[in-house]
């Protein structure tokens, strides 16, 4: 049987022959849920230190992608939609001390992360004045990672990692704050 593809506003199902795939709302809560890491709670997570903040405003979001290049940094309501790995914490930077992140995992195995440093809150990356961070923490000059080079692969527990944060020097450098941290 064949079957016609339906798109009705945002809350359509896609019939694709016979397969079916719910269109998600775009929410900046998407992956949260299934991201927060729960006191007491075991199973396989990343805690993950923040080093390398230009400052103490605004949010931080970590987020967890497939680790393959189409599918890192794609677009959460996709992604979720096709049944794959994406999740989402966020908090406010604190004023003092270590910068610590927990992100509950599906399961033991290998993940791009990324780290963004909102510093006004407005929940958009701006080039000039945000700054971002990736698990395996690459040099990255003026370009976008590999999902190879941002990722980390996960035991069944708790796994430690450390990503530095980089922010935008001049025209065409992005990097550490601290040259000494590469």
């Given amino acids: ?20 795939a719910a269109t998600i709302p775009s929410s900046p809560d998407l992956g949260k849920k299934e991201g927060q890491c729960r006191s007491g709670e075991t199973g396989p997570a990343l805690i993950v230190d923040i080093d390398g903040l230009k400052d103490r405003m605004g949010r931080l979001k970590l987020e967890v ?59 958009h990356f701006n080039l000039s004045k945000d700054g971002v961070g990736f698990g395996g923490n690459p040099r990255l000059g003026m370009r976008q990672p590999k999902a190879s080079e941002a990722s980390v692969v996960a035991g069944s527990g708790l796994t430690p990692m450390t990503i530095v944060m980089n922010y935008r020097h001049g025209l065409l450098s992005f990097g550490p704050l601290d040259a000494k941290r590469r």
């Fill in 1 to 20: 049987m064949t079957r016609r593809i339906l798109a009705v506003g945002a809350g359509a199902l896609l019939a694709i022959g016979g397969l079916t």
């Fill in 65 to 123: 992608y497939p680790a393959v290049d189409v599918d890192f940094l794609a677009d959460d309501n996709v992604l979720i939609a096709a049944g794959k790995t994406f999740r989402r914490v966020e908090m406010a930077v604190p004023a003092t001390g270590a910068v610590h992140m927990c992100v509950r995992l599906p399961g033991p195995g290998k993940y791009a992360v990324s780290v963004l440093h909102d510093r006004n809150s407005d929940r």
